[in-house]
């Protein structure tokens, strides 16, 4: 902190990320002469100035945390990082895992330290406490903590703008990379209104699914997302309170077997806004369950949480996103990568049915050399084992480069040595990334169970990570991640 002593000053500045509109917009020229302003939300913030913790809460001593953190601490400001945020929130409902971010609390300095995990790594972030403030509406002017002496929302906030650039940077994005980057997990989006969804929707399996994640502590959050004639999304509030492409927090699901009631804790990281249907605050559907309040521990107040049905949840929501995070008892790995020259070996090529000129099942495809150019990954299972794979891109906040749709293949061997360049359909366990799934996205997931022997015989897995772009392989990095059980 040398920057300190030679200043002379009481407290930190940041000499990177400066306390001017450089740091706040992506054009900040544009932002000062364009009208109406752009982006939107610089309309409603007006005229920001930069102010220090003690400059704003001025009746005490301003704190990093008051009593601890809970998801009613966060209230969400002008900006719209309501896919952050939400992530947050759902962090301090298990608050060793938001204390793992906060890495120095040195508000009394001047500064802070932070961490995110981004690209395969925990990355620590440095801030000063000079915080966006609106002069026009006389209050933080972005993320905010509930109780006004305490300042870990808007530090943690102005940390993540830091490391993706600028605050504008972070106005829209999707909560399954916030969840990750918050937690180090691994993240997965269900698209509700995909066909192969409709079944475990219809029959209670997926209901089934979010109680057991919801029992183990993963992260969910949930969205109505909707788009225009032209593909884009839009603000709106969707039917009976609910807002179109805004971010919630899933924080608890119940199963009443006695009074055959399946219901779900919903909170809007803006801190009001509520469900206006069925088990809304006051709705008389209460006074139908007797002693329901008293074990949900519910208190009706507009704090922007509420309890919902799974047929109305269902009917309001469209996405959900999970983020599963792995007890110590799990073996985790990180592995590094880059797909360039001859190992951007692209997609496997599609193949012809074969029924008609092959008897046998077993097969073999043809020798695709390009294909398997690609990194090969080997690993072995010695007993029955459960295995999250993931495959990360770079962030494109950091590269400046777009997502493009990637895949992986897991392939059964018999060889603990030699490379894979012949395959055989049988052999192939699992691609990640099917149908629907191939899109561009940061992150796929995959699990599986395995086992160390297949037809009694001892075998072992690669994974061969690749672009899916048909005659476009670009050179990129990524991030293999692997969690086992066992």
Known sequence: ?????????????????????????????????????????????????????????????????????????????????????????LLASQPQLLQNLIVYDGIDKGFAVFQFFKNGKWQQIIVDTLIPYSETQKSIAYARSHNPQEFWLPLLEKAYAKLQGSYESINGGSMAVGLVDVSGGVSEKFVLTDPDMQGPLANGQFFRQLLKYNSQGYLIGCANSQKDDHGNTHDGNGPQGILFNHAYGLERIEDFKDINLQILRIRNPWGHGEWEGRFKDEDEAWDEFKNLRDRLNYTFKNDGNWWMMWEDWKAHFNRVYVCKLFPQSWSQFSVPGKWEGNTAGGPYPVQPDRDEEVKSSHAKIDSNDRWFNNPQYRFTVTKKTQVIISLMQEDFNTSKKEYIPVNFTVVRVKSRRDRLYDLDQDDIVCNAAEGGQRFSQREITKTLTLEPTYNKKNVHYIIIPNTENEGKNPERPFFLRIFSSE
């Open 1 to 89: 902190m040398a920057n300190l002593s030679e200043t002379g000053e009481k407290y930190w500045a940041d000499p990177e990320f400066i306390n001017e509109d450089v740091s706040l917009y992506l054009d900040p020229d544009k932002t000062a002469t364009s009208e109406p302003k752009s982006p939107d939300y610089a309309e409603k913030t007006g005229h920001v100035t930069w102010k220090r913790p003690q400059d704003i809460y001025t009746v005490g001593e301003p704190k990093m945390c008051v009593n601890g953190v809970e998801p009613a601490d966060v209230e969400q400001g002008a900006l719209g990082d309501c896919w952050l945020l939400s992530s947050f929130m």
